[in-house]
């Protein structure tokens, strides 16, 4: 088969969110015949807010040139970095020019307004909401991907980009739930009109087995993730007990802080068990694979989530692009991408623990404990210094 051949192949993706869409505008500029199927009956004011790094903005703007300027004026470039107590006090500020050197800076967003970002340089026709993906089968002519009360779809090639509850997955793979690692998370973007953090500032609260990131995302919003170590992963029956559970866990916490989850909407929070998956040897079977957090789900600590979601969203429409067969072009794109991911996902799954010790904990740590193959800045020029 030729790369023409490939280019009329029918791809189906499967869920719109920051990876499905990626990868969608990567096919669709290439010249593929792609549609994204997304359960959603429409694209909702939802999510919580992101730091975006270089190898994740590098990848967005391989997929789009350009793209990096507009989600810049979108959300916001962080300029500085600060620590602060429980009480709202500034322990330490630091320049966030250290990424400098990677060619692109560090920019939080809201998830949502990337994803509208990211949709609006896509034909409206090609994307189709209220389509919740139920599973698929194969043969050797195609794929019929099947929905939840709408009509079955019949494709070449299917990618499964549903995140970390994928239903694609759980078809392909079939490796059951996700791993918890201990930690719960609450989050909120909501409007702020308290001085909490300056503009350009990013913020990290730390307190005992808990801590709290705030990030400007742009237009006066400031989104709040507020997590704590927990053995026990059961949420809250309604919105308002999840805003209940957070303000009792900050109720010792200064005035400013607190105010900002008295001022959110109980309906705006979002409550979730962290979670992640091993790494697997595989994301792919005949004519499906898997992309973002469908194929390497990972704790948030390193925030590579979506940053390695839009390499994958870059590398499988290069792969695609350039093989001349599907199945060269899965292998392409797993020998890429997945011995890279077990680095990430095994590197951000310690940094989850990491984040709740004390410091005699982490001394004592690092007393027994062999040194990481990589140092920090090690892992941070190899994570930003990927060649796409
Ligand atoms: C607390 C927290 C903080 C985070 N912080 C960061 C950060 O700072 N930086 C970073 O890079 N990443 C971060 N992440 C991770 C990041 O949000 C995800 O990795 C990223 O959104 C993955 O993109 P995705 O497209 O794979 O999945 P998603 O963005 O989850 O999108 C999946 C899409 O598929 C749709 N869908 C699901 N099931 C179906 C179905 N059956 N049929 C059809 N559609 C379906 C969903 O509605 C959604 O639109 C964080 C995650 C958490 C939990």
Redesign the pocket.
């Known amino acids: 088969m030729s790369s023409n051949k490939m280019l009329q192949q029918r791809i189906a993706i499967?869920?719109?969110?920051?990876?499905?869409?990626?990868c969608a505008i990567a096919l669709h500029k290439k010249g593929f015949n792609v549609e994204v199927?997304?359960?959603?009956q429409d694209f909702r004011p939802v999510?919580?807010?992101?730091?975006?790094?270089p190898n994740?903005l590098k990848s967005l703007n391989n997929i789009y040139p350009g793209i990096v300027e507009e989600i810049k004026n979108y959300g916001c470039h962080v300029q500085e970095t600060v620590l602060k107590s429980t009480q709202n006090e500034n322990i330490r500020t630091n320049p966030a020019n250290r990424f400098d050197k990677y060619g692109f800076p560090l920019i939080?967003v809201w998830?949502w307004r990337l994803?509208q970002i990211l949709a609006s340089k896509l034909p409206r026709n090609i994307i189709h909401l209220d389509?919740?993906?139920?599973g698929f089968s194969q043969d050797d002519k195609g794929v019929d991907i099947y929905?939840?009360g709408k009509e079955t779809i019949r494709a070449d090639l299917l990618i499964g980009?549903?995140?970390?509850?994928?239903?694609?997955r759980a078809n392909l793979i079939a490796d059951g739930e996700p791993r918890f690692l201990k930690s719960m998370?609450w989050?909120a973007v909501i409007k702020c009109n308290q001085q909490v953090l300056n503009p350009d500032q990013m913020g990290f609260v730390r307190g005992h087995r808990e801590f709290m990131?705030l990030?400007n995302v742009g237009d006066g919003d400031i989104a709040w993730?507020y997590?704590q170590q927990a053995s026990d992963n059961s949420l809250s029956t309604n919105k308002d007990e999840a805003k209940s559970r957070v303000l009792d866990k900050i109720a010792e916490w200064g005035k400013p802080l607190r105010a900002l989850v008295e001022a959110t909407p109980s309906e705006r929070i979002?409550e979730?068990a962290?979670c992640d998956r091993l790494p697997k040897d595989f994301w792919s079977k005949g004519r499906v694979t898997l992309?973002?957090?469908?194929?390497h789900?990972?704790a948030?600590a390193a925030?590579?989530?979506?940053?390695?979601?839009?390499e994958?969203a870059w590398v499988l429409a290069e792969c695609l692009s350039n093989a001349s067969n599907i199945s060269e072009a899965f292998n392409n794109y797993e020998q890429r991408r997945i011995p890279r991911l077990k680095i990430i996902q095994t590197r951000s799954a310690k940094g989850e623990m990491h984040y709740y010790e004390t410091e005699s904990e982490k001394l004592e740590r690092e007393k027994h404990e062999k040194p990481e193959e990589m140092t920090g800045e090690e892992f941070s020029d190899w994570l930003h210094n990927y060649q796409l």
């Open positions: 499967v869920g719109a969110g920051l990876g499905g869409l990626a199927y997304e359960k959603a999510g919580g807010g992101l730091g975006l790094l994740g939080t998830w994803q389509r919740r993906c139920t929905f939840d980009a549903d995140g970390i509850k994928s239903a694609v998370s989050r990131y990030l993730l997590r979002l979730g962290i992309l973002g957090d469908a194929a789900p990972m948030p925030a590579q989530g979506s940053n390695s979601t839009f994958d």
